[in-house]
């Protein structure tokens, strides 16, 4: 049986996955931190968990990532707004340990992005834009899967945020020529999906070699 700590547990997505773990005879919850959390509680539960799940935000994500190094954790992180300096302490982390971060733990997301470099490719001479729509209370914009998004263009797209509501997730690339325009989108119909994805990959991080893994990663070892 596996042991899991939640990081972020007490957060909308880091509850999904809570409950998640509670629910699976593979798995056990040895517990998780949440705002309140000292650094003593962050070492703790990464003495006592196999694997690390987080969705927090930066601040958390360092406490967190520095005390699986300690205890030699592995780790699976979908906490978005990283400075460059965060994402270079994740990267750092994984000559110690195995890392799994993405900013969105869909595997249409995944597949989306693929397409979008296809189309990018194809469509030389089309305009492209990119939408991401989220809950008025996310902190990044644009959201860090937009940011991945476009990175599978190879050139430059304009980008619009959208702060509203409670949308859980929303994408939209456009593809715009001078007779016709092709849209692909993604749809989240709540959190559970990123909980899904994450729990799934802390599963099978677990016993893996400390390196940086992708979802793509994952997605080719199930293949």
Not at 48 to 56: A, G, R, T
Not at 118 to 131: A, F, Q, R, V
Not at 175 to 194: E, K, P
Request: proline share 2%; with cysteine.
């Amino acid at each position: 049986m596996k042991k899991v700590g939640i990081i972020g547990i007490t957060g909308k997505v880091g509850s999904i996955v809570a409950k998640l773990v509670s629910d699976d005879a593979d798995l056990e919850l040895i517990g998780g931190t949440s705002s309140k959390s000292q650094a003593s509680d962050f070492e703790n539960l990464a003495k006592n968990s196999d694997v690390l799940i987080d969705f927090s935000l930066p601040g958390s994500t360092m406490r967190a990532i520095e005390a699986a190094k300690l205890h030699n954790t592995a780790f699976v992180c979908g906490t978005t707004g990283m400075s460059e300096e965060n994402a270079k302490t994740i990267e750092d982390s994984a000559k110690k340990i195995p890392v799994l971060y993405t900013s969105n733990f869909s595997i249409a997301i995944h597949l989306m992005a693929s397409m979008l470099k296809k189309c990018s490719e194809t469509l030389k001479e089309y305009d492209i834009s990119i939408i991401d729509k989220h809950h008025k209370n996310k902190k990044d914009a644009p959201s860090g899967t937009s940011i991945f998004l476009s990175k599978q263009l190879n050139r430059e797209a304009q980008m619009l945020s959208v702060r509203s509501g409670n949308i859980p997730a929303e994408m939209i690339c456009d593809f715009c020529g001078q007779d016709d325009m092709l849209t692909i989108s993604h749809r989240a119909f709540g959190r559970g999906v990123f909980a899904k994805g994450a729990v799934a990959c802390a599963k099978w991080i677990v016993g893996k070699p400390a390196k940086m893994y992708s979802m793509q990663d994952y997605l080719n070892a199930k293949d």
